[in-house]
């Protein structure tokens, strides 16, 4: 019997007819989602009950929408975090979760370096004086025999720790988990808890899952003792930092700047306090984004449905 797909993930949404004669060999038929960011669970409550499985991005997948899906039995995520979805009340009603581990690690770790050298090099400034016919020549910070932090040396971290080694800098890192031997040895990092990495570190980078745990990890407290000369950079997730604390801190110029990927709410609204610093730079929750991780994901995101339905 056919099964039936919601394809909600804003990311493969153009190439996702790329895949039509593998969902079709496999008796699956799919629709796609008319969405911009991701799916409330509003609009997913009132179409969920029609599908056996989902493709999803950041889409709310709450208790009371997995409750309502009386089909549905595979999420598969675009990417990695699965902080949208209630994974208890999915195993609870028999839904399986993927997701697609390791598969941006260098694309983000590429990043977190590419924010660093841009943030204490004054890159953005220079680039924008120059734009507009001055020749600004700031002196910066080098980064050889400084201090670099990572919160959360998962995949992503501990490619990001490899990257600062590399740049000659001593590296820290805090994370709930052990480090893997061969990370200690070739970096040398050191493990030690957060308030001392935020103490000692120049930079700080936040490479950590989404939890309650982890919900707004820095804030007030937090951003001072980072001090007025530490950098911050999120790529993971804008919840992790209390962004009114952030801008308080950015405000009184008691950290040196930030470069944030990511935001409490995304799109980040033209008018947000954070658009006013220039010591800051702001993404687009794009850094996972190059053509040849995004190839993979796809590949990997439509295995895991079709596999999930396939072996239910």
């Not at 060999?25 to 499985?53: H, M, S």
């Not at 991005?57 to 039995?73: N, P, R």
């Not at 208890?88 to 598969?103: D, I, Q, R, S």
């Not at 033209?270 to 796809?298: K, P």
């Amino acid at each position: 019997m056919s099964q039936h797909v919601l394809i909600s993930c804003p990311l493969i949404l153009d190439s996702i007819d790329d895949y039509a004669d593998h969902f079709a060999a496999n008796d699956i038929a799919y629709d796609v989602a008319d969405v911009d960011q991701q799916l409330t669970e509003r609009e997913l409550f009132d179409i969920i009950d029609k599908y056996d499985g989902v493709l999803a991005g950041d889409d709310e997948f709450t208790e009371q929408v997995i409750s309502k899906a009386d089909k549905l039995k595979v999420i598969s995520k675009w990417g990695i975090g699965i902080d949208a979805i209630d994974t208890e009340a999915a195993e609870e009603h028999g839904v399986k979760v993927y997701n697609t581990p390791g598969a941006f690690d260098d694309e983000v770790a590429d990043v977190v370096i590419g924010y660093t050298i841009m943030l204490t090099r004054k890159l953005h400034h220079i680039d924008r004086a120059v734009r507009n016919g001055d020749w600004y020549c700031p002196r910066g910070t080098s980064l050889a025999g400084k201090t670099f932090g990572v919160i959360g040396v998962g995949d992503i971290g501990l490619t990001v720790a490899r990257r600062a080694h590399a740049l000659g800098m001593d590296v820290l890192g805090s994370d709930i988990e052990p480090f893997p031997e061969t990370l200690v040895e070739e970096t040398g990092i050191e493990r030690v808890e957060k308030d001392e990495l935020l103490e000692r570190s120049d930079v700080v980078s936040l490479n950590c899952a989404l939890t309650e745990a982890t919900r707004h990890i820095i804030g007030a407290d937090e951003l001072d003792r980072l001090g007025e000369n530490g950098y911050l950079i999120n790529t993971a997730r804008g919840k992790l930092i209390d962004q009114e604390a952030l801008v308080s801190a950015l405000r009184e110029d008691t950290i040196a700047g930030a470069a944030l990927d990511v935001f409490e709410e995304e799109p980040l609204p033209e008018n947000d306090s954070l658009t006013t610093f220039d010591s800051v730079i702001l993404g687009s929750h794009n850094a996972q984004n190059t053509a040849e991780a995004v190839n993979r994901v796809h590949d990997r995101a439509v295995e895991n449905l079709i596999t999930g339905l396939v072996e239910d």
